[in-house]
Nanobody
Framework: QVQLVESGGGLVQAGGSLRLSCAAS????????MGWFRQAPGKEREFVTA????????YYADSVKGRFTISRDNAKNTAYLQMNSLKPEDTAVYYC?????????????????????WGQGTQVTVSS
């Protein structure tokens, strides 16, 4: 079992930055692919980004590429999402997720059902 707790959300103006954290406890954090998803009101949960268990590979949704950066510190059991140049359309609840046996393929990484554990989410609101 892995417990995930997100933090760092808040209200920011368009063009601003936020850094989200996802603290993990339980099983060995380093063995899991970590992903970030988001869900805006009235919309389905969508993939944002993922990072491999060792941190050597990352993958981003086109909508955030060049603006968001995912990273992880396995010694601290924490994953991060640095969000720059935020836009109002980035407003959503952001969730981190952990997957134990994910293959590094787009169809797998971007599918929420492939992840084993989820955090409770943190709200990000970007004002125009």
């Amino acid at each position: 079992q892995v417990q995930l707790v997100e933090s760092g959300g808040g209200l920011v103006q368009a063009g601003g930055s936020l850094r989200l954290s996802c603290a993990a406890s339980g099983r060995t954090f380093s063995g899991y692919t970590m992903g970030w998803f988001r869900q805006a009101p009235g919309k389905e949960r969508e993939f944002v980004t993922a990072i491999s268990w060792g941190g050597g590979s990352t993958y981003y949704a086109d909508s955030v590429k060049g603006r968001f950066t995912i990273s992880r510190d396995n010694a601290k059991n924490t994953a991060y999402l640095q969000m720059n140049s935020l836009k109002p359309e980035d407003t959503a609840v952001y969730y981190c997720a952990a997957g134990r046996t994910l293959s590094w393929a787009k169809a797998v990484l971007t599918t929420s059902g492939r992840y084993d554990y989820w955090g409770q989410g943190t709200q990000v609101t970007v004002s125009s």
